[in-house]
């Protein structure tokens, strides 16, 4: 018998395993089960080179549980192992690299949790001793049994098998008696060796039988020996994919379509990529892609393997290229899985433009779902939205699409101002702003519908893509104002006509919280609406991505500020005009003179000192000058609110495009409708 003490310099590392694995104990079994494969494997290769020229049999793996004597086995009929192999392999080899590993990553227990490297030591996380009895393939081996209880000794003499292979018996330790349940080892397996190339077996088939689910005397095989992805693409029909799918993802709508991925250089990666129907839920923690590694499940968090928006998408992802033993920080910078990841950006962008080329009408139908995902691509992958500008399409408020291309060629005629931008115009609500849509529409205009839940930050890229473009939401200015053209009118009013008329609306305000309003002038059509209001678009895209990005506070803390335009060509407002002058003038006129007087005055005085600061004197007089400025204009500013307030319509006016906004309501609602009712009498 050998005795000896497994090569590891640290005083034990048991403990240590068990500290850090300690949330993911179940991956033990993925270790063994995929070593049992691996020597499944070998065995065979061995064979098809005629080196091994004995029976094959059986390959399967087995997975026992005797509950009564507290042992879990992981049995397979694969090459098997000699004392020297176990030397070399289990004793020696298999943690010369551990402490350093241990050392570098011992702040980070999530380095090495869930993550290949541990292997075989992995069953001293749920067994406090652990049996190997083995046979080589090898022709005259003897038969080995290894025994540790999980202190850096072992022992390793004769042993008593016959048949080749390996049994892995793990003497389950106390805290972990849920591994002695079959219905537990079932849901790991499942989890875990789906999709194994050789059968893995454990515990039977049940059926219903006088009443309840029983045991048949048929072996249960976990595992799908070739899965889809395994296979080439020419050998599946649409129906393999869907099915796949459905396996996949039980009790999902079936996805809009897949890609399967397959290359073997410079990496190895093979894989399946759905489209499932993302709508407006960010649910990607369910349903997640999957990772494997040569057909073992490795996790279903892939970030930093595949780009951060292709976490839309499901399937399986299976690459030996990946390497797993390490951080999420590290991945991200690994050179191989960038060039992954880059491939896989290509091949979506890839597929993507060829749906769109080989049938656009169905492209056009599957648009809607997958916008979102397209456009949180274009928004964080620079690659993908420069490939993606070729098949992205853009909607207008009459539902037809438009690649960019097609739509500039549309718009482009109409809508460029007289500093030849291209004028884009967009809705994100075509009810609420319904009146601004059919302005534009009226003008020959085309208003395009951005209402997804991205689209505030979409706008900027597209403003960013196209040249000299400009995107404008159709309510955030009167339509002439949006698309300036040279021959555009300028409102024809008096600095007189210009002030009273801003006195009368700007008095007859509602307050409205968190809300400021200025009032401006226009010269619009005269069958243009009397009064619009509009949002500008700067501040109304700040204050949103405000409310998206806590960081930009400083926005969001604004009050809305809204734009009352009054269109001076309106016969309403012409006769306002007219009517506020004849009854205003000879009172406001003076007032007016006098303002101007004192102004003068002060420049005058202010002249007079040069460079140089007024003396004290000039200093007193231009105080009270002001002074006097500021009591004029406040006895101007009562006289126009009094007699505004004897005016209906101008409230009505404001009421009315207030109420076009939404923007009217309780009191001044409350009112308005009042108002209206008298105004009928
Ligand atoms: P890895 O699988 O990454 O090499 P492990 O710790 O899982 O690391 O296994 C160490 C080695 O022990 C394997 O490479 C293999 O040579 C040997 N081994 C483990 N389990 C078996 C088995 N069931 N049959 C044959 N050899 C095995
Ligand atoms: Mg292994």
């Known amino acids: 018998m050998q005795k000896g003490t497994i090569g590891v310099t640290t005083e034990n590392i048991f403990p240590v395993i068990k500290k850090f694995l300690y949330s993911d104990h179940e991956i033990f079994l993925r270790e063994l089960v995929s070593n049992a494969v691996d020597a499944t494997q070998k065995l065979r290769t061995l064979a098809s080179f005629g080196e091994f020229k004995g029976e094959l049999g059986a390959l399967d793996v087995r997975v ?42 011992k702040d980070s227990a999530n380095a090495i949790i869930g993550h290949f490297g541990l292997g075989f030591y992995s069953a001293f996380m749920v067994a406090k001793k652990v049996e190997i009895h083995s046979l080589s393939y090898k022709e005259g081996a003897e038969a080995v049994r290894w025994t540790c ?41 499942k989890k875990y060796c789906r999709f194994l190339p050789v059968p893995v077996i454990s515990g039977k088939e049940q059926e219903w039988k006088d009443g309840k689910m029983t045991d048949t005397d048929r072996d249960l095989v976990i595992n799908a020996t070739e899965p889809q992805w395994m296979k080439k693409p020419a050998d599946l029909k649409d129906e393999d994919y869907l099915n796949f799918y459905r396996e996949l993802y039980p009790g999902q709508d079936d996805p809009l379509f897949w890609i399967h991925l397959n290359v073997d250089y410079p990496f190895t990666l093979t894989g ?15 349903n997640r892609i999957q990772l494997y590694c040569n057909q073992v499940f490795v996790t279903d968090s892939v970030e930093g393997v595949v780009p951060e928006f292709m976490m839309l998408l499901q399937g399986v992802i299976d690459s030996p290229d990946i390497p797993l033993n390490v951080s999420r920080s590290y991945l991200q910078s690994d050179s191989a899985v960038k060039k992954i990841s880059g491939y896989i950006t290509k091949k979506v962008s890839g597929r993507l433009e060829e749906l769109f080329k080989a049938d656009r009408a169905e492209f056009e139908k599957k648009w809607d779902d997958i916008r979102l995902f397209i456009v949180y691509g ?11 500008l070729k098949f992205m399409l853009l909607r207008d408020t009459e539902n037809r699409y438009f690649t960019a291309e097609e739509y500039k060629k549309l718009v482009e005629a109409e809508q460029t101002d007289a500093d030849g931008n291209i004028i884009y115009l967009y809705t994100t609500d075509p009810v609420a702003q319904y009146s601004y849509i059919k302005a534009a529409n009226d003008k020959g205009y085309n208003v395009l519908l951005l209402d997804g839940q991205l689209d505030n930050h979409f706008v900027g890229l597209l403003e960013q893509k196209f040249e000299k473009t400009r995107l404008v939401r159709v309510d955030s200015g009167v339509i002439d104002q949006l698309i300036r053209k040279a021959d555009r009118k300028e409102a024809d009013l008096t600095p007189l006509q210009r002030n009273i008329l801003t006195g009368i609306f700007s008095s007859q305000l509602p307050t409205v919280e968190k809300t400021n309003f200025l009032v401006s002038f226009e010269a619009m059509a005269p069958g243009d609406a009397p009064i619009v209001i509009t949002q500008e678009e700067f501040m109304r895209r700040m204050k949103e991505m405000a409310a998206m990005n806590p960081g930009m506070n400083f926005y969001g803390e604004l009050p809305d500020s809204y734009n009352l335009v009054v269109n001076t060509e309106h016969p309403l407002i012409v006769a306002l005009r007219d009517k506020a002058g004849k009854e205003l003038d000879s009172e406001v006129n003076p007032l007016a003179d ?48 009094d007699y505004a307030a004897g005016q209906p319509v101008v409230k009505q006016l404001i009421d009315l495009a207030l109420l076009g906004n939404g923007l009217l309501r309780g009191e001044a609602l409350n009112e308005f409708i009042k108002r209206s009712v008298s105004l009928l009498a």
């Open 149 to 189: 209880d999980g202190s850096p000794e072992y022992t390793m003499e004769k042993g008593d098998r016959t048949e080749r292979g390996t049994d892995i018996i793990l003497y389950i330790d106390d805290e972990s008696k849920e591994f002695l349940e079959q219905v537990r080892i079932d849901t790991l397996l």
């Open 594 to 641: 006098s303002i101007d007087s004192d102004n003068a005055a002060i420049s005058e005085i202010r002249k007079a000192a040069g460079d140089k600061a007024p003396d004290a004197e000039g200093e007193q007089k231009i105080k009270e000058l002001e002074k006097a400025v500021g009591e004029t204009r406040e006895r101007q500013n009562k006289i126009v609110a």
């Open 272 to 286: 399946i990529l759905y489209f499932p129907k993302i709508k407006n839920n960010f649910d990607i923690n369910k």
């Open 64 to 105: 026992d549980i005797d509950a009564a004597a507290g042992t879990l086995t992981v049995r397979d009929r694969g090459v098997g192992m000699t004392a020297d192999d176990i030397d070399r392999y289990i004793n020696q080899i298999a943690f010369s690299g551990a402490e350093e590993f241990l050392a570098k990553y």
């Open 378 to 388: 274009m928004l964080t992958d620079e690659k993908f939205c420069d490939a993606a």
